[in-house]
């Protein structure tokens, strides 16, 4: 049975250390495209995403994302560090020790 695919928008510096563990971004981005059938959008602004995607790509972090958006260019679930918008995960970070949390969240839509 086809499952139409729904945007997971990550705000660009989640997917950086320090505040989140690289190999944990790439692990969340890997299951929430492979088993939650989500399309992985980096929110970054204009003139930082070739920043990101330099620094994601050197480190093989990358292999997931879909596409960099600009703020509100597209709707869909959020994983944010603030509550700014509906339909909103909110966490501090990407790391070990909360990833299996972030999943479950987003599991649950």
């Excluded at 250390?17 to 299951?31: A, I, K, M, N, Q």
């Amino acid at each position: 049975m086809f499952k139409p695919t729904t945007n997971l928008i990550i705000v660009s510096h989640l997917s950086c250390e320090p505040c989140s563990e690289g190999l944990f971004f790439r692990y969340l981005t890997g299951v929430c495209k492979e088993k939650l059938s989500y399309s992985i959008l980096l929110e970054a602004e204009k003139d930082a995403i070739d920043y990101y995607w330099r620094f994601l790509k050197k480190r093989g972090w990358f292999d997931y994302v879909d596409d960099f958006v600009l703020e509100n260019q597209e709707e869909g679930r959020r994983l944010d560090t603030e509550f700014n918008y509906s339909n909103t995960v909110v966490t501090p970070s990407i790391r070990c020790e909360n990833v299996q949390g972030i999943i479950e969240k987003l599991r649950r839509k």
